[in-house]
């Protein structure tokens, strides 16, 4: 044959590839969720995410300063809260002393330069376990978002770095980022979960933090995964509102809303790769099925090539090993 171009002459060996390849991931792209619970010395694996770890606050200090020295620069606080403290509004959520603002202030005095994000939402606080205030078998929007308001304000005063709503009630971006004014944490940024679909991917992470709801589904908040034009949508309003960065979470059965969403917007835009995603890549692995390491990077590269410009991931302390 006589040809005009040969493309494999780009993938002819590992020196031109690493030349010509688009999507390099480093450490500073992840983000590191950390589960936490009360109690000393307490390091619990979480069954449906081998390899992932409950930690009380002392743990998760230890936790902490590991990752900073593996280049990790920012950790999701996600606490656990006892099912005695639980009730219908989440108060436990607005506590001062509470685990979550306990938790950051250790964090930040150890290790000054971790960037803090936290989860704002009620469901490990709901006895109903749904991210708002159920009345009558239904999740009320607005009461909810009132809370999710002050709840942001009590983390920025513990010490947080972002407050991260992942509950999908309307116009809580411009509650928060109104609350955040009225306060003077005027450093405070918000990572808005945007484009957050109902997904059956969540499940290990129900069973981490014991948040599974109650009753029912999360339909009438959380997105229906047959829509694109609507995760837009949700996208600019949250940018109008003032977020400081986009989310889309899931992550690997969403790759097209990451694209759509970081063409749409003019803000960074993150991925959450979730529990779901992390237990089906470890399962598959204990089988002998497929490749852990290859899998994780596989994976993480391509939420990157997407066009997320952070990544939220269980993996991430394995991802920095394989990548240094
Ligand atoms: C709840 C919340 C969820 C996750 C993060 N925040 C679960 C849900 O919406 O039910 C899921 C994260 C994961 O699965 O890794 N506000």
């Not at 589960?35 to 930690?55: H, K, L």
């Not at 992550?251 to 990451?258: E, G, M, R």
């Amino acid at each position: 044959m006589i040809l005009q171009r040969r493309n494999r002459i780009l993938r002819a060996n590992g020196a031109i590839r690493s030349l010509v390849a688009e999507t390099i991931l480093t450490p500073n792209d992840f983000i590191v969720p950390l589960f936490i619970v009360e109690g000393e010395n307490v390091t619990e694996e979480i069954a449906s995410m081998p390899g992932y770890y409950r930690y009380s606050l002392d743990n998760t200090v230890k936790e902490v300063k590991h990752l900073w020295s593996l280049g990790l620069k920012c950790v999701l606080l996600f606490v656990k809260c006892k099912d005695e403290l639980k009730n219908q509004y989440g108060s436990e959520a607005l506590n001062s002393d509470g685990l979550m603002q306990r938790s950051i202030k250790a964090i930040k005095d150890a290790v000054p330069e971790m960037l803090i994000m936290t989860d704002v939402a009620l469901d490990p606080f709901s006895s109903d376990g749904h991210d708002g205030v159920v009345e009558n078998g239904e999740i009320i929007n607005d009461v909810t978002v009132d809370i999710l308001a002050k709840m942001s304000v009590s983390h920025a005063q513990a010490g947080a770095d972002f407050v991260a709503p992942s509950d999908m009630m309307d116009g809580r971006i411009a509650a928060i980022r109104l609350a955040l004014e009225e306060n003077n944490f005027t450093k405070t940024g918000i990572m808005a979960y945007s484009a957050k679909y109902a997904s059956c991917f969540y499940g290990p992470f129900r069973d981490a933090l014991d948040s599974a709801p109650g009753f029912g589904d999360k339909k009438t908040y959380q997105m229906d995964y047959c829509n694109r034009t609507e995760a837009v949508k949700e996208a600019i309003m949250d940018v109008e509102e003032g977020a400081d960065i986009i989310m889309v979470k899931p992550a690997l059965s969403y790759l097209d809303i990451i694209r759509e969403v970081k063409n749409a917007v003019d803000l960074p835009v993150s991925a959450y790769n979730i529990s779901g995603e992390y237990a089906m890549i470890k399962a598959g692995a204990k089988m002998g099925w497929i490749d852990e390491n290859k899998a994780i990077l596989e994976t993480l590269t391509s939420i990157k090539r997407a066009g997320a410009d952070m990544i939220a991931t269980y993996f991430a302390k394995d991802v920095v090993k394989l990548i240094s």
